[in-house]
T-cell receptor, first 115, second 111 residues
Framework: DQQVKQNSPSLSVQEGRISILNCDYT??????FLWYKKYPAEGPTFLIS?????DKNEDGRFTVFLNKSAKHLSLHIVPSQPGDSAVYFC??????????????FGQGTTLQVKP | EAGVVQSPRYKIIEKKQPVAFWCNPI?????LYWYLQNLGQGPELLIR????????DSQLPKDRFSAERLKGVDSTLKIQPAELGDSAVYLC?????????FGEGSRLTVL
């Protein structure tokens, strides 16, 4: 049972345009969501997070939107840069139950930003 | 500040052989995790430590996998004997609260 799903395996955008990566989840008990970025041969690095009490969190070029009713979150990158080309993982956890560290990851979306 | 350090980065073994991975977390991080990442998939939690105590090992295949975190700092993950299906990247991560910081991973190939 895949509790966190990233249905788009890959995405290609032009430099300077917006990248939108999507993530759906099934467990309504999740209350904390994160995005990680992963370059080849490196471990995932934390990008941005959002608590379920919010619907938007912004950090520079990166914004995460949370729609709890739809159990959907998205990551917007504006403007996209070639260095953003990587695999992006969505992850979720149940912070309220103390399981902060038990992240459930999606399958990942490979983003390619073309110069 | 040094990040999470893992070794070896790459390991190739024949099936039925043992293998061990080592992890040194970020200084001061009490929580340590081992995740497994198969090709084309997201990481999956194997075991979580709070200091020396394994607080969540429900996903660890205990017939062949074992882990320890002596003195609540470094940790080792062992597989004995390894099977073909164990070929994957083994990621170690640490945290205080909230975000996890991952190491570069140990890529295992079982022939």
């Amino acid at each position: 049972d895949q509790q966190v799903k990233q249905n788009s395996p890959s995405l290609s955008v032009q430099e300077g345009r917006i990248s939108i990566l999507n993530c759906d989840y099934t467990n309504s008990m999740f209350d904390y969501f994160l995005w990680y970025k992963k370059y080849p041969a490196e471990g995932p690095t934390f990008l941005i997070s959002i608590s379920s009490i919010k619907d938007k969190n912004e950090d520079g070029r990166f914004t995460v939107f949370l729609n709890k009713s739809a159990k959907h979150l998205s990551l917007h990158i504006v403007p996209s840069q070639p260095g953003d080309s990587a695999v992006y993982f969505c992850a979720a956890s149940r912070r309220s139950s103390g399981n902060t560290g038990k992240l459930i990851f999606g399958q990942g979306t490979t983003l390619q930003v073309k110069p | 500040e040094a990040g999470v350090v893992q070794s070896p980065r790459y390991k190739i073994i024949e099936k039925k052989q043992p293998v061990a991975f080592w992890c040194n977390p970020i200084s001061g991080h009490n929580t340590l995790y081992w995740y497994l990442q198969n090709l084309g998939q997201g990481p999956e939690l194997l075991i979580r430590y709070e200091n020396e105590e394994a607080v969540d090992d429900s996903q660890l295949p205990k017939d062949r996998f074992s882990a320890e975190r002596l003195k609540g700092v470094d940790s080792t993950l062992k597989i004995q004997p390894a099977e073909l299906g164990d070929s994957a990247v083994y990621l170690c991560a640490s945290s205080t609260t909230g975000e996890l910081f991952f190491g570069e991973g140990s890529r295992l190939t079982v022939l």
